[in-house]
């Protein structure tokens, strides 16, 4: 068989059907459509499942309080899933790749992270910025330290998912 080079921009086919067509589907799957009745089809059961599951292993390790950060994390999830969905398209570009998109849900989620916890435990949040034992002279230099790499955080874990990404891309390409 022979392949030229650009055979890898072609869009892949599985048994005579484009998997384009089933990658612009699936994510409208992820959503159920409203009608008068609880459960009408398979379609719909296997919606009412995935979502109770996802749901479930959501809520299992959260206090009640924590139930109200449900909706953003479960928007968050399904968002970030079409998104990288989408991105399996050929000729389409996946926005997680860019460290803009990764720094601009990063950096509310963290910081919303921290004010809730700084409003709610102040004094837990604040012990880990000195960590046990630390002698009496290192505490205002371990302080600023930690302070620091709390502060940088956002950027540090953007910029490691950002290259992360783009090396898979990098090396896909390389290999091909």
């Given amino acids: 068989m022979n392949l030229s080079f650009f055979n890898q ?18 994510p409208t799957l992820l959503f159920p459509s409203p009608g008068n009745r609880w459960i009408t089809n398979r379609v719909s059961t296997l919606q009412s499942w995935f979502i109770c599951m996802i749901t479930k292993q959501l809520m299992i390790p959260l206090n009640k309080k924590g139930h109200k950060w449900a909706l953003i994390l479960s928007s968050l999830m399904v968002f970030l899933l079409t998104i990288n969905l989408l991105g399996l398209l050929p000729y389409t570009f996946t926005p ?8 601009a849900l990063a950096f509310p989620l963290w910081l919303a992270t921290l004010l ?36 940088i955080r956002p950027l540090a874990l953007g910029v490691r998912l950002t290259a992360n990404l783009t090396a898979g891309h990098l090396l896909i390409q390389l290999i091909s």
Avoid at 9 to 19: H, R, W
Avoid at 96 to 103: A, G
């Fill in 9 to 26: 921009f072609m869009s892949p086919y599985l048994l005579g059907i484009p998997l384009i067509l089933i990658s612009l589907l699936f």
């Fill in 96 to 103: 997680t790749t860019q460290l803009s998109m990764n720094l």
């Fill in 116 to 151: 809730t916890g700084l409003r709610n435990q102040p004094s837990a949040s604040l012990g880990h910025l000195l960590p046990e034992g630390t002698p009496t002279p290192l505490i205002p230099a371990l302080i600023m330290i930690e302070t620091t790499s709390l502060l």
